[in-house]
């Protein structure tokens, strides 16, 4: 990536173009609606239903703005179509034991507009992002986590 366009994954992509879609489609029309609804109530200043309609509006239009610079000036890459074997780079889906706590977990590395660490999708501007990048399926490392230094060992990598 000798882009400095930031990276997105393709359903990274597709999930931000669907919110976007959301927000023009649906709910930029129930907030105009509100919007109209509580300027019939008449008096505007004192009007909390007016403001509020009108702040949602604020909001909206501006996560609209929002993604669409980001999918505009995003790169987007296809990792099913990377050919890098079994070492990691971005959009890597990476399988990894804690060694110190013996449980295992699924981190897939992402777009920095994409991550969610809920759903294991981790930035590939995070620290373990960068612990992972370069290295292979079996390879143990150390990261230096918040709560200290936690051992890793990669059990898999696969891209989807």
Same mark, same amino acid.
């Given at each position: ?51 509020? @309609? #009108?702040?949602?509006? +604020?909001?909206? /239009? &501006?996560?609209?703005? !929002?993604?669409? %610079? ?58 373990? @992002? #960068?612990?992972?990048? +370069?290295?292979? /399926? &079996?390879?143990?490392? !150390?990261?230096? %986590? ?15």
């Amino acid at each position: 990536m000798s882009s400095t366009r930031p990276p997105l994954t393709q359903q990274g992509a597709d999930r931000l173009r669907d919110e976007l879609e959301y927000l023009k489609r649906v709910k930029r029309p129930e907030i105009v609606a509100a919007v109209a609804e509580a300027r019939a109530h008449g008096d505007l200043k004192e009007n909390a239903e007016y403001h509020a @309609a #009108r702040e949602m509006h +604020g909001f909206n /239009e &501006g996560r609209i703005n !929002e993604l669409e %610079a980001a999918l505009s000036n995003s790169e987007i890459i296809d990792t099913e179509r990377l050919a890098v074997g079994k070492r990691i780079v971005f959009g890597a889906i990476v399988d990894l034991i804690d060694l110190d706590a013996d449980t295992e977990v699924t981190y897939q590395i992402v777009g920095d507009l994409e991550a969610d660490i809920k759903k294991n999708l981790i930035a590939v501007s995070s620290p373990i @992002a #960068r612990a992972l990048i +370069g290295k292979s /399926e &079996g390879d143990e490392f !150390e990261f230096k %986590a918040p709560n200290g230094i936690k051992n890793y060992e990669i059990t898999g990598v696969r891209y989807s």
